[in-house]
């Protein structure tokens, strides 16, 4: 079993999406027993949320029920998943600062570096933006989970 956790800031957004897209994705590959997926934030201030209601409405446009309950990242995440993929710079960093050990800073990914046709740096925060940019979130997002489920069927 291959585990993923997904990290954005605050669990709402960004991290919630690429998990349910993830799964989505596995779903639909009969992977299901193969890979397991899940998502965390750097913050606790939305703990037991659900991700933003406006990100839930674009990503429903597409196919895709955000109902994770947003949950902060904690130390046993980085022995418990294989890979943890954060979705921008800071998150990376706030991500190694928060590794107990050098082993789990291994475990460590950017998300845009799963891309395939998108050529990004990282995946935007639409927390403060308009619709164009939860869509564009999704867009990079679908694209990164395809290219990250490829990578880790091999």
Do not use: W
């Not at 799964?23 to 397991?36: F, H, M, Q, S, Y």
């Not at 029920?65 to 706030?94: A, E, K, W």
């Amino acid at each position: 079993m291959k585990r993923i956790l997904f990290v954005c800031l605050g669990n709402i957004c960004r991290s919630s999406s690429a998990e349910e897209i993830m799964r989505v994705l596995v779903k639909n590959a009969g992977l299901e027993n193969d890979i397991e997926v899940d998502s965390a934030g750097i913050l606790s201030y939305h703990e037991g949320e659900l991700p933003d209601s406006r990100m839930r409405m674009h990503a429903s446009r597409r196919g895709y029920n955000l109902v994770h309950r947003s949950r902060p990242i904690c130390t046993f995440d980085f022995y418990n998943f294989d890979m943890i993929v954060g979705m921008d710079d800071r998150n990376i960093q706030d991500l190694i600062d928060r590794a107990p050990d050098l082993e789990s800073e291994k475990k460590i990914y950017r998300m845009t570096d799963f891309c395939r046709s998108k050529i990004v740096d990282y995946v935007p925060d639409p927390y403060y933006g308009g619709a164009q940019g939860f869509e564009n979130v999704l867009d990079i997002l679908e694209d990164a989970c395809a290219g990250l489920l490829e990578e880790v069927r091999l």
